[in-house]
T-cell receptor, first 118, second 109 residues
């Protein structure tokens, strides 16, 4: 059981290049999330998808787009990479989507994509 | 929406209990408190969660005060591998998992 799989694990981009970070989960979870973590900092939510077909902005959405391709996959796209987007990107999934306060579920995280923009 | 306050860092001697506090004074009556940890840039890992009652699993114990305004995560016999950043996260209504800065726990040999 792979859990949450992120590809690629490492990437170096030049300023202005575009790329898509892929995330797939095999737990049949409804909700998926993208976070970024800058060196020495906590995780910040970029976008999330409470269920298939829906996406919402998180704390730091500027410069990113997302696609919930199907229930398994949630991709994050950088259209024109900037050095400020150098970070580690984490994808996560959980069984139950937000929209209700009473949750009894845990989130599972991938191992991250380390992105450097030069 | 519930906000949390955690000390930025703590030290614990190996083999001793690590007690990590969290204040969540604005938590709503039916919001769970979750704890995660992140070991050296790996993806965060779920530890435990609770609503009202104390909880225990193979990793840790969670003590929640009766008024639910604070909780304590207890690692009963800390090891060097428990060195990590520990996050206390209450779900916040319609907002999904939002991580604060957490507590950096250093377990010292």
């Amino acid at each position: 059981n792979a859990g949450v799989t992120q590809t690629p694990k490492f990437q170096v981009l030049k300023t202005g290049q575009s790329m898509t970070l892929q995330c797939a989960q095999d737990m049949n979870h409804n909700s998926m999330y993208w976070y970024r973590q800058d060196p020495g900092m906590g995780l910040r939510l970029i976008y999330y998808s409470a269920s298939e077909g829906t996406t919402d902005k998180g704390e730091v959405p500027n410069g990113y787009n997302v696609s919930r391709l199907n229930k398994r996959e949630f991709s994050l796209r950088l259209e024109s990479a900037a050095p400020s987007q150098t970070s580690v990107y984490f994808c996560a999934s959980s069984e139950i989507g937000w929209g209700g306060r009473r949750l009894d579920t845990e989130a599972f995280f991938g191992q991250g994509t380390r992105l450097t923009v030069v | 929406d519930a906000k949390t306050t955690q000390p930025p860092s703590m030290d614990c001697a190996e083999g001793r209990a690590a007690n990590l506090p969290c204040n969540h004074s604005t938590i709503s009556g039916n919001e769970y408190v979750y704890w995660y940890r992140q070991i050296h840039s790996q993806g965060p890992q779920y530890i435990i969660h609770g609503l009202k009652n104390n909880e225990t699993n193979e990793m840790a114990s969670l003590i929640i005060t009766e008024d639910r305004k604070s909780s304590t995560l207890i690692l009963p016999h800390a090891t060097l591998r428990d060195t990590a950043v520990y996050y206390c996260i209450p779900p916040a209504g319609n907002t999904p998992l939002v991580f604060g800065k957490g507590t950096r726990l250093s377990v010292i040999a």
